[in-house]
């Protein structure tokens, strides 16, 4: 999984000041790749907001995700199953999707 992270993102890429940076995928796409002011999930210990230098974690995590954009909007994506990692600024997601 390190070195797929490594790849997807880079020194350059990585949120700065007030933001993180996001990328979202499943097993066959990145489902959102940008620099956002917060995430907003759930564990098995309640809501959680991941902002700009946050500690390190990882954590599995329940739907939905909210995005709080850089432009003040916010983006919900709803899935089955998901991970979560915070790692140097960034935040990795790897989530199954929900049947359509």
Same mark, same amino acid.
């Given at each position: ?28 796409? &990145?489902? $959102? ?5 917060? =995430? ?8 959680? #907001?991941? !902002? ?24 919900? &994506?709803? $899935? ?5 990692? =915070? ?8 989530? #199954?999707? !929900?049947?359509?």
């Amino acid at each position: 999984m390190a070195d797929t992270e490594s790849n997807d993102i880079n020194q350059s890429t990585k949120g700065s000041g007030e933001t993180i940076h996001v990328i979202i995928r499943n097993r066959t796409q &990145i489902l $959102f790749d940008d620099n956002v002011k917060s =995430v907003t999930s759930k564990n098995d210990t309640g809501i959680f #907001d991941v !902002l700009a230098e946050h500690t390190n974690f990882i954590s599995l995590i329940t739907s939905p995700l909210i995005l709080g954009k850089v432009d003040g909007q916010k983006q919900e &994506i709803v $899935f089955q199953n998901g991970l979560i990692k =915070v790692k140097d600024n960034a935040v990795f997601c790897y989530v #199954d999707l !929900l049947s359509k």
